[in-house]
């Protein structure tokens, strides 16, 4: 009888004990197989921080490729593009070809629309996949030895914030000249969230000279402009967009169930609701039940699950619920100045402690998962 075969789509925050884990799978007698576009993954959560010269892209990535092949996994080094539930396959976008599954899981994360950007322009940077944040740093440090640049930072969210606020760090402690600084944040800066943290970010920002334009709406980037609404125009050398993300594109290209905004729609058990054999976490989900904030916290909490629930569907076992309801989470965003800001619940303050505590669990986090390889 041929061995079960075990997918993943991506080695993203979901997927991290499934993949520290394929050995027993393997000595089980079953064949795992993880289809990803790079050899590591980047940890979003020290991606500012590697943008503004914290860490190094070494410390916050996970060498997939090696975790898998060590423990006795096939890697396949591309991406998928569609999934066939009725045949059981993923198609291989550089090969074409079709990688059959008896288990399928999906976490294959999300990616910033493009919405509004007409024209070539090699200096505008979505902040997904984590890995731009390293050629933007690169890239800014090359453009600021002739002068003063202007960095546009577009998004009125926490990761344009914190992206805000960690290329201020580059440019204080790498460049030559001080970037000019822009944060376009849409009708309100933090608006979604406790008006503490809108308050203590807008002052961190404002206090280093980043000037924060709000009320304005942008219609379209077209190279180095920047047009709202109003018509207005402003000119930038580096654009960073951080608008928002959406989950990935495979299922709806592969007419699977999805939800509102195009993600897998999963049932409590983070099973497709369609296909009993597919499950998925993380950002790329639509989880049925109630809507899910798009963060780590929620794929990170999502890995015991998915790795009990996919090697039950293997064996035949019971599957276990998904219980988003666990105690408020925490969110510590990197202000770049070595201060954060530290929310749990209403529970809200800044400082350096914030920033000291981030640090702490960040690093112990990848050193949870870097530590599996040898
Ligand atoms: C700048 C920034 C900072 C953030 N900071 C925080 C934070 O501090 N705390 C927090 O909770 N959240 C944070 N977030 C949100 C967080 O990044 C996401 O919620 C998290 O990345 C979701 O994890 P994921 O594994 O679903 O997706 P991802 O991290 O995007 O991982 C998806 C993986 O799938 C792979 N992949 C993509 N497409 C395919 C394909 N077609 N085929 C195969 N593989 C594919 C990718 O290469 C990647 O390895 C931040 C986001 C940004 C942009």
Redesign the pocket.
């Known amino acids: 009888m041929s061995k079960q075969h075990l997918v993943l ?7 991290l004990l499934t993949l520290t884990n394929i050995r027993t799978l393997v000595d089980k007698g079953y064949r795992v197989t993880v ?4 050899q ?9 921080g590697m943008l503004g010269g914290t860490y190094t892209a070494k410390q916050i990535r996970f060498q ?1 490729r090696k975790m898998v092949e060590q423990q006795g996994g096939r890697f396949i080094l ?4 569609a999934i066939a539930p009725e045949k059981g396959s993923v198609t291989l ?1 550089l090969t074409g070809e079709r990688v059959p599954y008896d288990v399928l899981s999906c ?6 629309p493009s919405n509004g950007i007409t024209g070539n322009n090699s200096n505008i940077f979505t ?4 890995e731009l ?1 390293l050629a933007a740093r690169e890239r800014i440090i090359a453009l600021s030895e002739h002068g003063t640049i202007r960095v546009a930072v577009i998004g009125g969210g ?2 344009s914030v ?2 805000a606020g960690n290329v201020w760090r580059l440019g204080y402690d790498h460049c030559e000249y001080q970037p000019e600084m822009t944060l376009i944040a849409g009708s309100q800066l933090l608006g979604r969230l406790n008006p503490k943290i809108s308050n203590l970010a807008r002052n961190s920002l404002q206090k280093r000279g980043i000037r924060i334009v709000e009320g304005k709406r942008i219609t379209e980037i077209n190279k180095q402009e920047i047009r709202f609404t109003s018509g207005e125009t402003m000119q930038a050398d580096i654009i960073f967009s ?1 608008i928002g ?1 959406r989950p ?3 299922f709806t290209n592969s007419g699977l169930p999805t939800g509102p905004d195009g993600g897998l729609l999963v049932n409590r058990f983070l099973q497709s609701t369609g296909f009993e054999n597919i499950f998925g ?5 639509s989880f049925a039940p109630e809507p899910l ?8 909490r999502q890995n015991p699950i998915l790795m009990h629930n996919l090697t039950a569907c293997l064996t035949g076992e019971p599957l276990q619920e998904f219980d988003p309801h666990g105690s408020n ?1 925490l ?4 202000l770049g100045d070595n201060t954060g800001i530290f929310c749990k619940g209403s529970f809200v303050f800044s400082g350096r402690m914030a920033f000291l505590l ?1 640090d702490y669990i ?1 690093r112990r986090f990848m050193r949870t998962f870097q530590q599996s390889i040898s």
């Open positions: 789509i991506g080695g993203g925050h979901a997927h289809i990803q576009p790079s590591y993954h980047y940890y979003s959560g020290m991606g500012p997939t591309d991406r998928v593009t976008k976490n294959a994360g999300s990616y910033v902040v997904k996949p984590i944040l926490p990761s914190e992206v951080a993300v990935s594109r495979i976490g993380g950002d790329c989900i904030a798009k963060v780590g916290v929620y794929a990170v989470y969110q510590i965003y990197n981030k960040d």
